[in-house]
């Protein structure tokens, strides 16, 4: 399990300032050349196939390029007019608000679901190592894999899903889960669930090994029982930890494509169409390069604002 | 008697976790029942949980005699291996030079990285897709390893940061003045000492690569340059209700990741932990 040390901030004094001890600046200077060469390709690599492309999709939501003029590269300058269009188009703040609503609910469940799992897991049993791991592969799987298989699963017909329902007798009928809208996105939900839970359950996991067995053992001693050792003890010494892990399956759940376009394509009608999948379209599907440059922009600007919230609240968590 | 019931405790709970890892991962199983069972009996009322006989049809037909889907696996296998290849040769010596050199713009970079991996991947795919179309690598091998280097690169180079700082500067120095040279220094000794994270990276770079669906989507325009990914999610169409073919495809588009998943177990959960987290 990996321990949470270092911090931006940490890593900058790790190379501690050794004094200068080449004679001579030009030698010096040589020197740090060939130092930087080893970073030089890299940061080649990113400034062309990262940087540039990033500037260019902002160039790109402020010009009017479409498929009649991508490839001639002579499309009009039109300031902010795409954000204005797109602000006032009903399937953008549609598409945006069907985003949050998946976002929120994915991570709420997989938060509980990888609490509890975590709380099974953090005592130390014959093979609770190995079975923590095997759990991940439902997070390493490819995406398109794992959604293809809970659309299976979730057929009205021939669906295992609605087969056990209906052996419980929770379902009377079989459901046509992504044919109708409220199901469709509940459905997408718990696929997403299923793929990330095992991944918060590895991060509070790392949480939870970090509380000292002697408070533990402390409270015990004072009579406490095992409610209130969770409730007193657990609870809030992984709160910091709690947050870092929602505010970081926020910024990859919001930003998932493949499971979704795959058991729905945002369908039905426009029931899933989480942002991404709007730009896909945009852009893809209609050939409106500079909307979709426009939903993406807006997909950036969130993914960034709840990064730095992220960044900032994992240095609060180590400075705690 | 106090120890018989502490066994018995303890392997209770051993006994809870191989059943909630078996409901968990039930949806993997069910893959591999339904492709093994016949295209219609996969419909049988109720659902038969063990298939008898186990049927391989679908393995034939649909995977071994069938040319796009082979295609496809040759595709990803080129497209992942490239990457893997790619994030080594440019995330290690970045890495090295991260860790052991004073460099100036180190926590700019390091915030550039972080920040990476956080993108939604239509960010790139889209504005790549333009650029790409302009100097012709749109359907192209080179494209595609081009655009999942840049989502591998950036976790590549911050799970091996820490791995090199872990190597002894003293050995560095030493090396240097025995005459090593600069990079003989970094190839001879340092990447030798962190195997273990070469391996990690290589094993998440290929993994990720292999599943990767956005930039197949949107950079391979022709079925002939799809990786397995995207010809999974076309046949869903395709295949209609022959849900066993669809799944015998599924599990072998799988399975190379549960394999590597199975032999490099170790290695990739720590890499998972610290890519997404380390800072």
Redesign the interface.
Known sequence: MSTRTHTVAQQNTEQAPSPESLPGRSRARASRFRDYMFVLPAVAFITLLMIYPLGYNLNLSLHDTNLGNFLTGSSPFVGLQNYAEAFGESEFWHSLGISFVYTGGSIAFSFVVGFALALFFDKTFPGSGTMRAVLLLAYVFPSVVSGTVWRWMLQGEGGIINSVLQRLGFLREPVFWLIQGDTALMSVIVTTVWVTTPFVMILLLAGLQGISPSIYEAVQLDGANAWQRFRYVTLPLVRPVALTVLLLSFIFTFKTFDNVFVMTRGGPGDATNIMPIYAYDLAFTFFRFSDGAVATTVLIVISVVMSLAYFWASRREEAA | MAEVKTVRR??G??L???L??SA??F??Y??IA?SLKTNGD??T???EIFPSPLVFGSYVESVLHSPPVIRSLVNSMVIATGTLVLTL???A??A???AR???RF??L????????Q??????????????F??VGLVDTYLGLI??N??LA??FA?IILR?FF?TVPGELMDAARVDGCG?FGA?ARIALPLVRPGLVTVGALAF?TA??E??FG??LATSEQMQPV??A??RF?GQYG?R?AD??AV?TV??LP??LI?AGL??F???G???G????
């Open positions: 303890r392997y709970k051993t809870i976790g191989v909630i890892v968990y991962l949806p993997v069910w893959m339904t996969v419909f009322i109720p659902p040769v440019l995330g010596p970045a090295y030079g991260l050199l004073r460099l180190t926590v970079l390091t915030l550039v990285l972080l920040l990476a956080m993108l939604p991947t239509i960010n790139l795919a889209l504005p790549l897709f333009v650029i179309s302009g081009l655009a280097t840049a690169l950036p180079i820490p700082l600069r970094f993994v292999w599943g669906f956005v989507l949107t990914t995207v999974l999610n869903i209700t849900w669809l799944m599924a588009a799988a990741i549960t998943f177990q170790r990739i959960v720590n998972i932990t610290t997404a987290t380390k800072e």
